[in-house]
């Protein structure tokens, strides 16, 4: 059986305050950019939470140390936040180890959860866009865990939507939302594609050969970008 869904213009949400839950620097504006463009037109508020260092797309470089990978890409996210139009929106980076997100209960997920806790204090967001639950990568998957887990340690219940960058690609049978778990959501981003497609250009580490000394390193593909900075974007509501 087919999950109900809805197709919605990006003004039928009414949230003011939206944290966007980002597993790597890149995700935001391939899972979620044309929807942040579009709000952001509107007026409305946002914190990004990039959860991993995105340290790990080229291990294999020579002349890339992570460090410099690392902090790469937190200039890269901090430009395609600029092309999205929030230039000025708060910004986190939690920076655990890509592809080695720490297990549950250990002092450093307990500290990461701690940081979470205190932003949903301090920011109060009352929309939070993060991966989808199963979506076929461990970060993904890892960071979905930690800010349910926080959400739930805060006794907070803001409105949830969850994009899915690789289930369409690599997704198995289970990964895919069953029946009576979600609803899908499919945002008219039309007016946005062009901020979303620039915003996704600015992260050149993965989308261009700027790292050239690693050939087993990490890169989005063409179909990729293509797929997921189309005229609409799909989220996943969680039902109660």
Do not use: N
């Not at 959860?113 to 991966?131: E, G, K, Q, S």
């Not at 069953?178 to 499919?186: I, K, N, T």
Request: hydrophobic residues 40%; glycine residues 6%.
């Amino acid at each position: 059986m087919t999950p109900p869904s809805l197709s919605l213009h990006p003004k039928s949400v009414t949230a003011e305050r939206i944290l966007v839950v980002a597993p790597h620097p890149d995700d935001e504006s391939l899972g979620c950019g044309g929807l942040v463009a579009s709000l952001a037109c509107l007026g409305r508020q946002f914190h990004f939470l990039f959860v991993t260092d995105g340290g790990a797309s080229h291990p294999g470089s020579a002349s890339w140390t992570r460090s410099a990978l690392r902090a790469q890409r937190e200039i890269e996210a901090s430009d395609a936040l600029s092309r999205l139009g929030v230039h000025d929106a708060g910004r986190t980076f939690l920076r655990l180890p890509d592809a080695a997100m720490p297990s549950s209960g250990s002092e450093a997920e307990v500290a990461a959860r701690t940081r979470i806790v205190d932003l949903l204090a301090d920011f109060d967001p009352d929309l939070v866009l993060l991966p989808w639950r199963r979506d076929p990568h461990c970060d993904h998957r890892d960071s979905w865990l930690l800010v349910d887990r926080a959400l739930r340690q805060a006794d907070r219940h803001p409105r949830r939507l969850e994009y899915a960058i690789w289930l369409d690609e690599l997704g198995a049978d289970g990964d895919h939302p069953r029946v009576g778990e979600a609803v899908q959501v499919s945002f008219d981003v039309r007016s946005a594609v062009v901020a979303k497609r620039a915003a996704t250009e600015a992260h050149i580490s993965q989308t261009t050969a700027l790292i050239a000394d690693d050939p087993t390193a990490f890169r989005l593909t063409t179909s990729t970008i293509e797929r997921l900075t189309g005229p609409s974007e799909i989220y996943w509501s969680p039902l109660p």
